[in-house]
């Protein structure tokens, strides 16, 4: 059961407030019809989907409704940092 | 092997059962095999199984970084069933459904699979609707289905709240008579000593760390006991697959994630057939043991952690309470998580991938343990005819390329 | 009533002045406040409280606490009934009624045929068929499981609370309670939680003094202390279940079982759910029972069980006591059951020269002492009556074994830490050769151990931690030094000899061939079990825990897990170590199911989310639809009707005079901005850049991967403002999903959406009469067909109500979907009510609302299409545009190869035959109907109705094909073996050019 | 029941309610915000002003709930609307809201039971609101001087609300008001 900062809000939130939205940093190809249907399907369902850090992006649902991401440890579960939508992670362990 | 009976325990029993011999052998690696399967799990024991039975490949080493079954195969809670709605996943199913009823006798290790019949509910009338396409479906692809009606419902589950003044009254539900439940180490370690007894190599405690691939074809596993050279490796790791095909440098369309279960104290037998409600979120059936087995659902985000957030088992045991009012006094004994890859399509991915003689076998979600003996057979097949099983084939990794899914959201069950 | 035949006359924490009265497998027995069910039944000499579950052997009562194994038992009856229920955790009450769970026959049988039945026996046998095993699961199914689960709904309410706290101390013993004092003088909000009726924990059974006064004294003072500070919450007979992710525990507040079978008022149980910033885990030891022949016999038990009866409840559990120890601790029990005057009869110390404090005393106190010897068998039949021991050289057995006469064996083979909650976190626990004991791994910044669950063996070293624990929690969560503001109370702590390591008491015969050597009591596992396993090549512990299931049981091996380790460990020739402990998972105690769920059942279970109007269906006797957590009118039927003659009369009415229905819980939301425009048309396959102001244009959102996920109606109202529609089931998920690209991907778009499904109360009035019941209450808007034409809106009143009204249909009539402020909503109604009644204005529901839509050939998204069709799939390409400057989400989509494919399924109108049957909603379609399984399947039936207006059956469905396949036969076959003949054909089915809408 | 019940419900009728979206940064918007309703629109996270009749609660970085008593939302709309420039967003949301108050000594209870949000005064003092999980819905709590709460939720789970906040509060005593 996460804690999570959300950073619109400023302060830390139950997990319950919260839903995932999926691995961040999948930016939509810009001009899709130039890709073949491999590159498409990878840009679809293709997830780097890591054991340890993991930057993905989840939204205050019950709270501001605000996206951000957040780079999340899917082995101990750490939050180990929490970023604006746009912006790349801090270095790791900055948290 | 030592053929298992009643005859066998009472003569082993005279000799205080001091005789009985392993298993399964506790081989050293060898340097190469014909196939190095990875992953000791149901799916990959089954695979060496039917390798080495039906095709005569026994050249195969089983590499497991844990203990047999340690996966998914020991955390599920054991339903099978194969009434799913598309036909290239009900032939699937139905030909696992099919290895299951003889299992025990193939393997000489009862698996105790028990065909107790699987209900599954509907709450609202778009839920009747699509029970009722999946049954007619079932039944032309020659898979026991019926329909009942919520009087029915009631008659086979007495406990269960069919009120039509509940929040989600049940109003009919499908069932499979053949679809049951089984114990899930005992496939594990059937398999296992089965395998190992036409000579199969079962190496525990053999962590994969590396795949070494030359020119674009796969030359074996490095492991945290050395190289062993390979022609073929066979993944079927669930949990990690991922993990090992950015080891080949492949990227995979699945997300891992946590889903949980949970077991009651035991009891006397109060449920006799398995239950499942996608409309309230319950899955249920009663082990031998008395043990109410509960299925809870995945985590909404991904997770190697083999636990998930309690809200998800505050929810399960809601539906619980809902459906079977009675169960409110009973209580939780342990709940526990397994990890589970999930393919968009909710169905798995089996066979090649672009790197020669490199095999997956993964993606099976909430559902996998019902496929085992399928999957180990036709992911077998593949393996030895170096083209997938015609089972296997809607299931190939370029369906997301060619847009092809399956799409099997609604009767994988365990809401995505 | 049974006479207390081992009640002392004095002492103990019971209250003499309060005698309960309670029955237990029909004797009616007599026990005092303060009792548990295991003291009292002690009390009264009852020694076998229960047949074990595999072999039927008699058992009685081992533990005091949560280890116990043995004494599991069914409270009350009925719906209320508990099973399952441990004796030492059972409060006594006055009429309280307790069942122990019985043998089978085939628990009574496998106790005589014992050595039939080995480890994992069921994997080798019962496989002569395909059948057999379902004939014998039934005969084990009934052995298994122990008490029965209550045969009707809970009569009791449960419910959740959350807290947030700086600390949380798990355990209210002498280590908790420095640390909750310490914690809280600091000024940190503090949470003490503790599983006992009591706090006090091991401070309950003590008799040396703290600080020059009496251990109940000292914690009387500490208890007052915590009380009137202010911010320390107290949480007696709750038990910390659960530790998660983010420090986040559950404990379970039992708040009535010690009152009675059913509360009488306020809810049974409480699930507390806990944020804490720090953990203080002082959660004890539990004293780990020895593994010698025989050793499950009633009168085996704890050394520290024995003290605690004695101590805590008055009850001496017997008349001549032999300790078996290996270790100084034990030998407190000699010399507690010497001042109570019973007779020691000798105490077996494992190890060659022990010569601490306690030691000492005990030969001074006159006991025997055996040194260097162990207890290798217990005799006796449904009791003991006298232990045979023998002398114990390194491992081995030395000399002839002798006997000695006893009625009780007080075993102490060490204590094994309770750490079975940092375990949960997924931090492993380590062995420790030290402390002989596994003790938690380092669980991070977040929690501290102290007391005995760290292995620290004395009461002064519990104190002295537990408070240097609560000011190191209370500094990291932000309040204090760190350092400790009180001294410890002075214990007086005699010096101690080590501990011997024993695991398996080595017997005469070998393993396999001894009398059964029990590890885990509660599943019946011994050490020849374990041994079985490691030779047939089980090596893993969890393997071993799986195939014998030693730790499966309700008390999740809190007393055997540790010496089935050891004992693998020796089988296996490893270190402990090395094969290591399984998991812990949660509950620490089984957690009721209803308290996890709390008051989210029955009719909380799911909330209901209500229109404007509700009342007003509801005192018209609608017939209700869930629709997502909506409650929709499905139909209103008259008296007598049937629903299909209902049905027919609201079709009629919208098709022939006047209907209304309630149409709010379609979702709305608001767009604003420059920017609306150009978000709309990437969202949607339409264009929306050239729709005028006042107009209404239609629209399919697709997924990424091109199938359709939503439709709807949108409007634009303005320059730079919209109002989309979207369907009743996914206007959140389609607002998460405007947000999501607006937020994420398109943050440069100037565009807002806001929610407004809530605001709005919608009447849709349809049917040729709609315009003149509407002119009747709405004189500011020009109704008329040229002024306000279809697919139109405009802003006026209606009923006197600021109101926007759209001329959009989904029934192929006339229609004005009016809007007003939910506040008027059903003001509005009554007044559109009104205004028809002259014209019988009929109500109608969902059901209807399908048919006059399926009569039009219009789609229900996730009806009609099943989260994999496409646009095309549903004959609606002319709703694509695949020229806008940006295109759309899910356009490239529609062009792989999979979606090109001629022979998907398309969207398709179905005639039966006959014109009388009505196809079944999820009827398969094939071409051959003499085709045996697995039988090609052509299609499904999506929609089908009894069309009123056409007089005839209507249907939709998917077929292969289907665009190019009209005029052709289908055939539907039918569960009752009936197979149906269809002709494929147009969807549309009534009014093809779109005439009556438009009027 | 003579004891004073733990917990009070009350119902706060008659007022407008209007969604507020803009750029905090720009003086236009909370210019116009002043100008029409009387309240500053709160800049930090978490909080609500009031003014007279007016409170501006704080829902997100560009977003505010705006609540005016005996208004029509519809004219407070229109009256924003025309003060306001530039890239905007208001709406009248009085349908959609129902505003209760809850006070009494065991508020705080009622509050925990329905609520993983942090209500205790150390961390929720007044002058703080939040947007929470609220039993299965959602709603916006906020903190008031007199140790009252504000609550708002959303119309159609009035029936729902209602009924969990009479059984929460049960053993405290409630009172409808």
């Not at chain 2, 296992?192 to 590396?210: C, F, H, K, N, S």
């Not at chain 3, 079944?920 to 929609?943: K, M, N, W, Y």
């Not at chain 4, 706060?12 to 309610?17: E, S, V, Y």
């Amino acid at each position: 059961m996460f804690r999570i900062h959300c950073p619109h809000c400023r302060e830390a939130r139950s997990e319950e407030e919260f839903s995932y939205a999926g691995e961040a940093h999948i930016p939509r190809p810009v001009d899709p019809s130039s890709l073949s249907d491999s590159e498409w399907g990878e840009y679809l369902h293709t997830r780097t989907n890591p054991r340890g850090p993991h930057r993905e992006m989840w939204v205050h649902t019950a709270g501001c409704r605000r996206y951000f991401n957040v780079l999340r440890d899917t082995v101990s579960y750490k939050i180990l940092a929490v970023y604006p939508v746009g912006e790349m992670p801090p270095e790791q362990g900055e948290a | 092997m030592e053929r298992y009976s009643l005859l066998g325990l009472v003569r082993h029993a005279r000799h205080y059962h001091e005789n009985w011999q392993r298993v399964w052998r506790d081989p050293a690696p060898k340097k190469a095999y014909d196939t190095v399967i990875v992953g000791g799990g149901g799916h990959g024991l089954a695979t060496a199984y039917y390798l080495a039975k039906v095709h005569g490949v026994t050249d195969v080493a089983v590499v497991e970084k844990g203990w047999l079954g340690g996966g998914n195969t020991g955390r599920n809670t054991t339903i099978i069933r194969s009434n799913y709605l598309r036909d290239g996943s009900s032939h699937l199913y139905e030909f696992s459904l099919k290895l299951w009823e003889g299992l025990s006798q193939e393997l000489n290790f009862n698996v105790m699979f028990s065909p107790r019949g699987v209900l599954y509910l509907g709450h609202t009338l778009h839920d009747m609707r699509e029970i009722e396409r999946r049954v007619n479906a079932n039944r032309l692809n020659g898979i026991d289905a019926e329909l009942l009606s919520a009087a029915e419902v009631q008659k086979l589950v007495p406990l269960m709240n069919c009120s039509p003044d509940a929040r989600y009254p049940v109003l009919g539900a499908s069932l499979q008579r053949r679809g049951g439940i089984a114990r899930h180490d005992a496939v594990a370690w059937g398999f296992a000593r089965a395998a190992d007894a036409q000579g199969v190599d079962i190496l525990q405690r053999t962590e994969v760390t590396g795949i070494r691939c030359d020119n674009g074809a796969v030359t074996g596993v490095e492991t945290s006991r050395g190289f062993i050279g390979a022609r073929k490796v066979a993944c079927v790791a669930a949990g990690n697959s991922g993990v090992l095909a950015a080891m080949a440098g492949l990227k995979l369309p699945i997300e891992s994630r946590p889903l949980q279960a949970l077991v009651s104290e035991p009891l006397k037998p109060c449920l006799d057939v398995v239950v499942q409600s996608s409309g309230v979120h319950c899955y249920v059936s009663q082990a031998d043991k008395g043990d109410l087995v509960i299925g809870a659902g995945t985590d909404s985000y991904n997770g190697y952690g083999q636990r998930g957030s309690f809200s998800v088992i505050e929810h399960t045991l809601q539906a619980v309470c809902e459906l079977f009012p009675a169960f409110s006094r009973v209580r939780m004994n342990r709940h526990w998580g397994g990890i589970v890859d999930i393919c968009p399509d909710a169905c798995p991915i089996i066979g090649e991938t672009p790197v020669r003689g490199l095999y997956f076998n993964c993606g099976w979600g909430t559902g996998g343990f019902k496929a085992t003996p399928g999957s180990g057979y036709v992911f077998a097949d593949t393996l030895a005819h170096e083209r997938p099983h015609p089972l296997a084939a809607p299931f190939s990794l370029d369906r997301f390329a060619t847009g092809a899914l399956v799409d099997e959201h609604g009767a994988a069950g365990v809401a995505h | 009533m049974g006479a207390e035949v081992r009640r002392r006359a004095a002492g103990g924490r019971i209250d003499r002045d309060q005698t309960l009265d309670f029955v237990f497998d029909g004797r009616a027995l007599r026990g005092f406040a303060g009792d548990t069910l295991a003291s009292a039944l002690l009390a009264n000499g009852v020694d076998v409280v229960g047949r074990s579950f595999k072999y039927g052997r008699p058992r009685g009562i081992v533990g005091h606490g949560a280890e116990e194994p043995n004494a599991i038992v069914e409270v009350g009856a009925g719906a209320s009934c508990v099973p399952n229920l441990r004796a030492t955790q059972v409060e006594l009450y006055n009429g309280l009624e307790a069942r122990s769970i019985r043998a089978s026959l085939f628990q009574r049988a496998a106790g005589a045929f014992g050595r039939l039945l080995p480890a994992g026996f069921y994997y080798k046998t019962f496989m002569s068929s395909p059948g057999a095993w379902m004939a014998w699961e039934r005969v084990l199914r009934h052995a298994a499981g122990f008490g029965k689960a209550p045969d009707g709904a809970d009569p009791d309410t449960y419910d959740r609370m959350n807290h947030h706290c700086d600390v949380l101390v798990v355990g209210a013993g002498p280590a908790g309670l420095s640390a909750a004092l310490e914690a809280a003088g600091w000024g940190a909000r503090v949470l003490l939680a503790d599983e006992q009726s009591e706090f006090g924990g091991s401070l309950l059974a003590e008799t040396r003094a703290l600080g020059g006064d009496s251990a109940a004294a000292w914690l009387d003072g500490a208890l007052a202390e915590l009380d009137a500070s202010g911010n320390v919450e107290l949480l007696p007979r709750s038990t910390v279940s659960g530790y998660y992710d983010h420090n986040f525990l559950t404990l379970v507040e039992r708040r009535s079982d010690h009152l009675g079978p059913v509360a009488a008022a306020g809810t049974r149980e409480r699930l507390h759910r806990v944020r804490a910033e720090q953990v203080v885990l002082a959660t004890g030891a539990i004293e780990r029972p020895l593994v010698f022949a025989n050793n499950d016999l009633p009168g085996v038990m704890l050394a520290s069980s024995v003290s605690t009866y004695v101590n805590r409840y008055a009850v001496a559990p017997g008349k001549s006591l032999l300790l078996f120890t290996t270790n100084d601790h034990g030998y407190r029990t000699a010399l507690d059951w010497h001042r109570i005057g019973r007779e020691v009869v000798a105490i077996v110390d494992a190890r060659e020269s022990p010569a601490g404090g306690w030691v000492a005393a005990a030969k001074e106190a006159g006991i025997d002492v055996i040194v260097g010897h162990a207890i290798i068998e217990a005799v006796g039949r449904s009791r003991v009556s006298g232990a045979a021991i023998a002398s114990l050289q390194a491992n081995a057995l030395a000399g002839t074994p002798r006997r000695l006469a006893c009625d009780l064996i007080a075993c102490s083979g060490g204590w094994n830490p309770t750490l079975h909650l940092g375990s949960q976190t997924g931090v492993k626990p380590r062995w420790s050769d030290s402390a002989g004991a596994f003790l938690p791994g380092d669980l991070g910044g977040g929690t501290v151990c102290a007391g005995a669950v760290a292995g620290t063996p004395t009461l002064r070293g519990c104190l002295e931690q537990g408070a240097l624990a609560g000011a190191t929690a209370a500094s990291r969560a932000g309040f204090g030094s760190g350092r400790t503001t009180r001294s410890a109370p002075e214990v007086d702590e005699p010096p101690e000899t080590p501990a011997r390591s024993l695991f398996l008491v080595p017997h005469p015969k070998r393993v396999s061939r001894a009398p059964k050597q029990f590890v885990d009591f509660q599943l019946d596992v011994t050490a020849s079990d374990i041994e079985l396993a490691a030779r047939e090549g089980y090596e893993s512990v969890e393997h071993v825990k799986r195939y014998t299931a030693l730790g499966f049981g309700t008390d999740q091996g809190k007393l055997g897990n540790v010496n089935g380790v050891a004992i693998l460990a020796e089988a296996l020739g490893k270190d402990i170590a090395e094969v290591g402990t399984t998991m812990y998972r949660p509950s620490y105690t089984p957690a009721t199911f209803g308290a996890i769920a709390g008051r989210d059942v029955g009719g909380f279970f799911d909330p209901e989310r209500h229109t404007p109007m509700h009342e007003w269906h509801t005192s018209r006797g609608a017939e209700w639809e869930n629709v997502g957590r909506w409650k929709r009118p499905r139909y209103y039927p008259r008296s007598g009707e049937t629903m299909q003659q209902a049905l027919n009369r609201e079709c009629l009415a919208a098709r022939d005079g006047v209907a209304i229905m309630d149409a709010s819980t379609l979702g709305k939301i608001d767009i604003q901005g420059a920017d609306s425009a150009e978000s709309l048309d990437r969202i949607y396959t339409t264009g929306f850049r050239k729709l005028g102001i006042g107009r209404c244009r239609y629209g399919l959102m697709l997924h990424e991967d091109g199938t359709i996920f939503d439709d709807g109606v949108t409007a634009r109202l303005g320059e730079d403002r919209y109002l989309m529609h979207t369907t009743t089931g996914n206007a959140e998920v389609v607002f998460a999903w405007l947000e999501r690209w607006r937020q994420t991907e398109w943050p440069e778009l100037s565009v807002y959406f806001t929610s407004v499904t809530d605001h709005w109360a919608t009447a849709a009035l349809v049917g040729p009469k709609s315009r003149t019941v509407l002119a009747k209450v709405c004189t500011d808007i020009d109704l008329t067909g040229g002024a306000f034409p279809f697919m139109a809106v405009r802003e006026g009143h209606v009923a006197g109500v600021p109101a926007r009204v759209f001329r959009i249909s989904f029934s192929g009539e006339l229609s004005f979907e009016v809007n007003v402020p939910a506040q008027h909503g059903r003001a509005v109604w009554d007044a559109l009510i009104d205004a028809g009644a002259e014209f019988d204005i009929t109500p109608y529901g969902t059901e209807a609302m399908h048919v006059l839509r399926a009569e039009k050939g219009f789609i229900i998204v996730g009806q009609d299409t099943d989260g994999s069709m496409t646009p095309a799939d549903t004959g609606m390409d002319w709703a694509v545009r695949r020229n806008k400057p940006f295109g759309f989400l899910g356009d490239r989509s529609l062009d792989l190869a999979d979606h090109l494919r001629e022979d998907r399924p398309q969207l398709v109108g179905l005639a039966t035959d006959d014109a009388r049957t009505v196809l079944p909603e999820g009827g398969q379609l094939v071409d051959d109907p003499e085709c045996r399984p697995p039988v090609p399947i052509a299609g499904h039936v999506t929609s089908s109705y009894y069309s009123a207006r056409l007089s005839r059956p209507i249907a939709l469905g998917m077929v292969k094909g289907g665009a190019g396949r009209m005029g052709e036969t289908v055939h539907c076959p039918l569960a009752d073996g009936r197979v149906v003949k269809a002709s494929i054909v147009d969807p549309i089915f009534y009014d093809p050019k779109g005439e009556r809408q438009r009027v | 029941m003579s004891e004073p019940p733990g917990v009070v419900c009350r119902e706060c009728p008659d007022r407008a309610f209007v969604n507020v979206r803009g750029d905090v940064g720009d003086p236009r918007l909370r210019d116009a915000v002043a100008q029409v309703a009387g309240v500053d629109l709160p800049r930090e996270p978490g909080t609500w002003n009031q003014a007279d009749r007016s409170r501006a609660y704080w829902l997100g970085p560009d977003e505010w709930l705006l609540v005016v008593e005996g208004d029509d939302g519809l004219e407070v709309e229109g009256r924003l609307r025309s003060a306001l420039d530039g890239h905007f967003s208001v709406v009248d949301v009085t349908g959609t809201q129902v505003h209760k108050e809850l006070s009494g000594p065991d508020v705080g209870k009622v509050l925990q039971k329905s609520s993983p949000y942090d209500f205790h005064p150390r961390h929720f003092p007044p002058g703080r609101c939040a947007q929470t999980v609220f039993a299965k819905a959602t709603a916006l709590v906020a903190a008031r001087e007199d140790g009252a709460f504000d609550i708002v939720f959303r119309r159609s789970y009035a029936d729902y609300f209602m009924r969990w906040l009479a059984d929460a509060a049960a053993e405290y005593g409630y009172r409808l008001d």
